[in-house]
């Protein structure tokens, strides 16, 4: 068990006061440390097991183009995996050449492939009818596909990729016959994508990944009698989200990864090909709070305490039953005596943002901490009820910057006006 990294802000308090103050709330509030820590993490762990090696930082986790260049200043070989047209225009915002992005969609539209094709990224396919779809535009130089590899793993079975009731990716049947196709077709280069899962805290988990990865590779080099340039094994890095969970240890994970290419391309490194990861979740997501106030408090059949935070403002727990850690701000350690449901505003019984945790008292105007709220957060907001989206803002040295301004009710309606 690790203490939270953001822990000592949300006993201490006053920052979280000062810009609940500044902003109001509700609030995401980023911290500009705990994301370069974890860009270093990540980049210090592969660079120690791999001489080739990109990341693409998975936009959809959190597609604010001022937090995207926040990442990309501090780390300027970062690159950005994105899934639709919107995700690359927040890459282009944050001066992300487009040359470092990777576009993996699924069920793309003529559109989509388009926008993708016009930027000039890789472009990573979800299946051989995409591919079709691609050759009506143009047949790129290089391309890589989706594996499905018939398993998956994730916390939720909502967010498992593979296996087969997954909709994304080529079954690891077919995969090869595909890549024959493009061959023939005139693609001259190629890589192979595999994402099927994520959220995954099991270290384990990344070498036997990599494994059928490599082996599907194997398979396909036989086939086409080409070498693939790069592999990427997707993201699945989880990130602990309740107390009693460690975080992953990223020299262990990539170390496991690396014995696996050893195994497969033999000890050097120069025979190997670029290894690609498109962590979301493990860059952005511990280093959110979302800030939150008390607007009301219930006694039913049960307790309810009632936030101006609800399943539009955070997703996550409605969708999956995710779990976040909640805490009244300056309260970490105060007795929780009360054990209650954490609620927003919303007219829906899953409007949840906790179920049956043990809380300290509270009063209506109370400051409330939700943590690891960074992935999917915001990038999940909705207006549902009519409730505008939410402010964010990154707190690192100097005064707190608010990154996207509190949409107005107005804003909601500004597509009416015809
Ligand atoms: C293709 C792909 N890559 C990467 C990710 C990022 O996953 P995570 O945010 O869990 O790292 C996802 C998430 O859905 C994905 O679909």
Redesign the pocket.
Known sequence: MTKHPLLNEVQDGSRLKNVSEEFGTPLYTYFGEQIRNNLDRIDTALRANFKKYQIYY?V??NNNPNLLAFMHQHLPTLGA?C?SPGELLAAERASIPFTNCVY?GNYESMDDLQCAVDSGCEINLDDETSFTRLKNICIPEYISF?LNPGVGKGRFAE?V?GGREAK?GIPVENIAAVYKSALTDGVKTFGL?C?SG??ILDQKHFRENTQLILKTARHIEDIINHRLLKISI?????IPYVDDEDPLNFNDVFDLVAEVFKEFYGQHQHDWPILCI??????V?DAAILLAQVTGIKDSYKTFIGLDAGMETLMRPALYGAVHRIYKVGAVTEKQNITVDVTGRICENTDRLAVDIPFPDVVEGDLIAIMDTG??GYSMAHQFNTRPRPAEVLVDKGAPRLIRSRETIEDIFRNCDN
Do not use: N, V
């Open positions: 998975a959809k986790s995996d899934s993996t989706r967010i990729t994304f994508q994402h994520s959220a997707g993201s699945g890095f989880g498109e962590p979301g979740r493990a860059l997501g992935a999917y």
